[in-house]
């Protein structure tokens, strides 16, 4: 089992920038993608960016260029650093992992962003 723990949610302006934290703890060595998802409310779930252990990353068309992935593999840890923020940002984000690119089976709790116009 792998658990993952978010950090660094919060308020802030548009224009401004924000950085998540996920670390995982646990069966670490059935992971091979790290990622983030993110829900607004009344909307589903999407991807807003991934990362493998090999640094191959992806992201959704809406935030290339403003949000960037990375991955600490000695400290289990992927970070989503996010630039240039937007009211339509605002959403709980989740952490994902999984044992391979594009499945993702484990998940975090969630953390919230809040960008105010």
């Known amino acids: 089992q792998v658990q993952l723990v978010e950090s660094g949610g919060g308020l802030v302006q548009a224009g401004g920038s924000l950085r998540l934290s996920c670390s995982a703890s646990?069966?670490?060595?059935?992971?091979?993608?790290m990622g983030w998802y993110r829900q607004a409310p009344g909307k589903q779930r999407g991807l807003v960016a991934g990362?493998?252990?090999?640094?191959?990353?992806n992201y959704a068309d809406s935030v290339k260029g403003r949000f960037t992935i990375s991955r600490d593999n000695a400290k289990n840890t992927v970070y989503l650093q996010m630039n240039s923020l937007k009211p339509e940002d605002t959403a709980v984000y989740y952490c994902?992992?999984?044992?391979?690119?594009?499945?993702?089976?484990?998940w975090g709790q969630g953390t919230q962003v809040t960008v105010s116009s």
């Open positions: 990362i493998t252990s090999g640094g191959t990353t």
């Open positions: 994902a992992a999984g044992p391979r690119e594009r499945l993702w089976v484990y």
């Open positions: 646990g069966s670490i060595r059935s992971i091979n993608t």
